[in-house]
């Protein structure tokens, strides 16, 4: 009675859809924050990224690059897509809009890189932020301003032997993202007995849960890593249903987060002060537009790791409140 | 994946009433579409219990029912949705609409919670009416009316936070009033005295419970099962199809909004990016517990199956501590094999009759 191809088709039409979904992603749009001009000439700055939306730390990015462009009297054009061959279309797409300057996110080298080195190719200044210090230099890139993953990862594993760990869990809730895997890698180098839990970070109870089960499956652990401020809360919540006596450790900040290291529930954070990132790469195209300068003697200037802890959390709580920290 | 169920070719709708005497009760049994995920729910837990030591604990138990209550509340609206012929992909973004709706009209205004909570509540069921509304009077299918509503709502979350509260995410709601008051109601621990579990395991059982008397006791269960199997026949014998539609997004609007006051409660802030990619989960709940993809047949019960074999597949392989970068493999092959047996059970129920 049934014709047999209709569940056929609509099997058809959800993968379609699935894979629909998983590729596009709303690109954060054009945001102008233009200001007062400052230095008599009208610089318009392209800042790309590869962001998914609604994270609040690359909030903090942006807020940082819109206040530099503010400061110095320039139009910042943001736009971003966490899909490599967008995010490579959207630096094109700067070029072709004739901006000034480009500041942009090396999260996939490969792919981005070649539109960056055109852009240089073309003339027009380009600084990388963020991701890609493994590979920035490749493509002809002058400058650089973001943490270094691996150095970020061999702080906290460090500071986990000292402070007498047995064993680390480190949280990676984007898997096969090349920064998060470098980070993980970076505790393991310095505390071996460090090891990996990939959760689905766009789930928070599923975080929760996943964080929660391997507690109770694995009691030895006596730190956990989280490479995310809201995964940082997961895992607190994760701790107390399992009653496990672990420390929470996280990379990054958010209100809640400073005010869990103020109240001793989180040990410490990593921070790789994003809001200094975007300041930070917007400054120097400035600079290298009005005055030829260029930062870090071809070195990357890092921001972080920088570490936050209950001795120094007492002002960071409320920058991290204002949405700079 | 969904393609095995077509394979059963004639089993009785649903909803058809209790009356059918000759049939004994064993085939009865044999002929609920629950039936396959029920053995295959069992065979992966005996999976689980045997290779993994640390899931034959109570606690274990606990966290793997509330991973599978955070799918099986909204997965039981979409089941019954898809029975009626309909799919909704703005579910998952609808849940974190609901809460960061909840979240900033009472911080913002300096409200008491629940006055957040009821706002959103009317939110999230204007979403699921115009969701409806669309769908029945364009006739545009609900794939394509949803999955803009998927995406307008992801904007909206970004963008209307970011208006509201100056960032991404909202803020703390744990100081306002009423706040510890819907904690207990929507994320709670509840003591059972041999074990301890989330309150929204509770609330699941309960949404199961209703849905399945909805479905399988009452009028508005047979215009379900019609309007999903054949909506002109269903039209022509009187089922009023527009109402019923409408009113079933307005359910899995609901449901969602339910799992929003959980996130929020439980987490004391959101953060407008989550949320995506679940409207999937939901309706594979939903497929691997029997329902059609073409509509008019599933059962409430299996969506429940649905996603305790997905949930315990999660958590049972953390337990099993296998190595974290194979995990979505285990996954794809765990969820495959339990499609596999649930066919197999299906089959071999139609070849008994």
Same mark, same amino acid.
């Given at each position: 009675?049934?014709?047999?191809?209709?569940?056929?088709? $609509?099997?058809?039409?959800?993968?379609?859809?699935?894979?629909?979904?998983?590729?596009?992603?709303?690109?954060?749009?054009?945001?102008?924050?233009?200001?007062?001009?400052?230095?008599?000439?009208?610089?318009?700055? $392209?800042?790309?990224?590869?962001?998914?939306?609604?994270?609040?730390?690359?909030?903090?990015?942006?807020?940082?690059?819109?206040?530099?462009?503010?400061?110095?009297?320039?139009?910042?054009?943001?736009?971003?897509?966490?899909?490599?061959?967008?995010?490579?279309?959207?630096?094109?797409?700067?070029?072709?809009?004739?901006?000034?300057?480009?500041?942009?996110?090396?999260?996939?080298?490969?792919?981005?890189?070649?539109?960056?080195?055109?852009?240089?190719?073309?003339?027009?200044?380009?600084?990388?932020?963020?991701?890609?210090?493994?590979?920035?230099?490749?493509?002809?890139?002058?400058?650089?301003?973001?943490?270094?993953?691996?150095?970020?990862?061999?702080?906290?594993?460090?500071?986990?032997?000292?402070?007498?760990?047995?064993?680390?869990?480190?949280?990676?809730?984007?898997?096969?993202?090349?920064?998060?895997?470098?980070?993980?890698?970076?505790?393991?180098?310095?505390?071996?007995?460090?090891?990996?839990?990939?959760?689905?970070?766009?789930?928070?109870?599923?975080?929760?849960?996943?964080?929660?089960?391997?507690?109770?499956?694995?009691?030895?652990?006596?730190?956990?890593?989280?490479?995310?401020?809201?995964?940082?809360?997961?895992?607190?919540?994760?701790?107390?249903?399992?009653?496990?006596?672990?420390?929470?450790?996280?990379?990054?900040?958010?209100?809640?987060?400073?005010?869990?290291?103020?109240?001793?529930?989180?040990?410490?954070?990593?921070?790789?002060?994003?809001? =200094?990132?975007?300041?930070?790469?917007?400054?120097?195209?400035?600079?290298?537009?009005?005055?030829?300068?260029?930062?870090?003697?071809?070195?990357?200037?890092?921001?972080?790791?920088?570490?936050?802890?209950?001795?120094?959390?007492?002002?960071?709580?409320?920058?991290?409140?204002?949405?700079?920290? | 994946?969904?393609?095995?169920?077509?394979?059963?070719?004639?089993?009785?709708?649903?909803?058809?009433?209790?009356?059918?005497?000759?049939?004994? @009760? #064993?085939?009865? =049994?044999?002929?609920?579409?629950?039936?396959?995920?029920?053995?295959?729910?069992?065979?992966?837990?005996?999976?689980?219990?045997?290779?993994?030591?640390?899931?034959?604990?109570?606690?274990?138990?606990?966290?793997?029912?509330?991973? !599978?209550?955070?799918?099986?509340?909204?997965?039981?609206?979409?089941?019954?949705?898809?029975?009626?012929?309909?799919?909704?992909?703005?579910?998952?973004?609808?849940?974190?609409?609901?809460?960061?709706?909840?979240?900033?009209?009472?911080?913002?205004?300096?409200?008491?919670?629940?006055?957040?909570?009821? #706002?959103?509540?009317?939110?999230?069921?204007?979403?699921?009416?115009?969701?409806?509304?669309?769908?029945?009077?364009?006739?545009?299918? !609900?794939?394509?009316?949803?999955?803009?509503?998927?995406? @307008?709502?992801?904007?909206?979350?970004?963008?209307?936070?970011?208006?509201?509260?100056?960032?991404?995410?909202?803020?703390?709601?744990?100081?306002?009033?009423?706040?510890?008051?819907?904690?207990?109601?929507?994320?709670?621990?509840?003591?059972?005295?041999?074990?301890?579990?989330?309150?929204?395991?509770?609330?699941?059982?309960?949404?199961?419970? @209703?849905?399945?008397?909805?479905?399988?006791?009452?009028?508005?269960?047979?215009?379900?099962?019609?309007?999903?199997?054949?909506?002109?026949?269903?039209?022509?014998?009187?089922?009023?199809?527009?109402?019923?539609?409408?009113?079933?997004?307005?359910? =899995?609007?609901?449901?969602?909004?339910?799992?929003?006051?959980?996130?929020?409660?439980?987490?004391?802030?959101?953060?407008?990016?989550?949320?995506?990619?679940?409207?999937?989960?939901?309706?594979?709940?939903?497929?691997?517990?029997?329902?059609?993809?073409?509509?008019?047949?599933?059962?409430?019960?299996?969506?429940?199956?649905?996603? =305790?074999?997905?949930?315990?597949?999660?958590?049972?392989?953390?337990?099993?501590?296998?190595?974290?970068?194979?995990?979505?493999?285990?996954?794809?092959?765990?969820?495959?094999?339990?499609?596999?047996?649930?066919?197999?059970?299906?089959?071999?129920?139609?070849?008994?009759?």
């Amino acid at each position: 009675m049934r014709n047999t191809r209709r569940p056929l088709q $609509a099997l058809v039409a959800v993968t379609v859809a699935t894979m629909a979904l998983a590729a596009c992603s709303s690109s954060g749009g054009a945001k102008n924050a233009g200001g007062g001009n400052a230095g008599g000439q009208d610089f318009t700055i $392209a800042m790309i990224t590869h962001e998914s939306p609604g994270d609040t730390f690359w909030d903090k990015i942006r807020a940082g690059a819109d206040q530099a462009a503010k400061d110095h009297g320039m139009t910042l054009n943001y736009s971003s897509d966490p899909d490599a061959g967008k995010e490579a279309t959207l630096v094109q797409n700067a070029v072709d809009s004739k901006v000034d300057g480009i500041a942009v996110t090396l999260a996939f080298p490969d792919a981005v890189g070649p539109a960056a080195k055109s852009a240089i190719a073309g003339g027009v200044p380009v600084v990388a932020f963020n991701s890609g210090i493994g590979n920035y230099q490749d493509f002809g890139v002058p400058m650089y301003f973001g943490s270094n993953e691996d150095l970020a990862g061999q702080t906290v594993g460090r500071r986990i032997a000292q402070d007498g760990g047995g064993k680390a869990l480190c949280v990676i809730q984007e898997q096969g993202q090349v920064a998060l895997e470098t980070r993980c890698a970076g505790v393991a180098k310095a505390f071996p007995n460090t090891e990996n839990l990939n959760v689905n970070g766009a789930d928070l109870p599923s975080v929760q849960q996943t964080i929660g089960a391997k507690l109770q499956q694995d009691p030895s652990i006596t730190d956990v890593v989280t490479l995310g401020a809201p995964i940082a809360l997961g895992a607190m919540q994760a701790k107390a249903d399992s009653g496990s006596q672990a420390k929470v450790i996280t990379f990054d900040l958010n209100a809640d987060v400073a005010q869990a290291i103020q109240n001793g529930t989180i040990a410490f954070s990593v921070d790789q002060q994003p809001y =200094v990132q975007g300041y930070m790469a917007v400054t120097a195209l400035w600079l290298n537009l009005t005055n030829g300068n260029d930062i870090g003697g071809g070195q990357p200037v890092l921001t972080g790791p920088s570490i936050v802890d209950a001795k120094n959390i007492g002002p960071i709580v409320q920058y991290a409140k204002n949405n700079t920290r | 994946m969904s393609s095995s169920v077509m394979t059963q070719p004639s089993a009785p709708p649903a909803a058809a009433p209790p009356a059918r005497p000759q049939k004994s @009760v #064993v085939a009865r =049994v044999l002929a609920r579409p629950e039936i396959g995920a029920l053995a295959a729910a069992i065979a992966i837990f005996a999976f689980f219990y045997a290779v993994a030591p640390p899931f034959r604990t109570l606690p274990a138990i606990s966290t793997m029912l509330y991973a !599978s209550s955070t799918i099986g509340i909204v997965a039981v609206g979409v089941a019954l949705l898809m029975i009626g012929g309909e799919f909704d992909l703005s579910s998952g973004v609808s849940v974190v609409t609901a809460a960061l709706a909840a979240a900033m009209v009472s911080f913002q205004f300096s409200l008491n919670m629940w006055v957040g909570v009821i #706002v959103s509540l009317v939110v999230a069921l204007a979403i699921g009416f115009v969701n409806g509304y669309l769908v029945v009077r364009t006739g545009i299918p !609900s794939f394509l009316v949803t999955l803009s509503t998927f995406f @307008v709502l992801q904007g909206v979350n970004l963008g209307v936070t970011k208006l509201v509260t100056g960032t991404v995410a909202t803020p703390n709601v744990s100081g306002l009033d009423g706040f510890h008051s819907a904690h207990a109601i929507f994320a709670s621990d509840i003591d059972l005295g041999f074990m301890t579990v989330k309150i929204t395991v509770l609330w699941w059982l309960v949404f199961v419970c @209703v849905a399945t008397w909805l479905l399988l006791r009452t009028r508005t269960g047979n215009w379900i099962t019609a309007a999903g199997g054949n909506q002109a026949s269903a039209r022509a014998v009187g089922v009023p199809v527009p109402k019923v539609k409408i009113g079933l997004f307005m359910g =899995v609007a609901f449901l969602a909004w339910f799992l929003g006051m959980h996130l929020l409660f439980n987490f004391s802030s959101v953060q407008s990016g989550l949320g995506v990619g679940n409207e999937f989960i939901y309706i594979i709940a939903a497929v691997v517990g029997g329902a059609l993809l073409t509509g008019g047949y599933g059962s409430a019960v299996g969506s429940a199956l649905g996603a =305790v074999i997905f949930g315990m597949t999660t958590q049972g392989i953390v337990f099993a501590g296998w190595d974290p970068n194979w995990f979505k493999t285990f996954l794809g092959v765990m969820l495959l094999l339990a499609v596999m047996v649930n066919l197999y059970v299906k089959n071999y129920a139609a070849r008994r009759k």
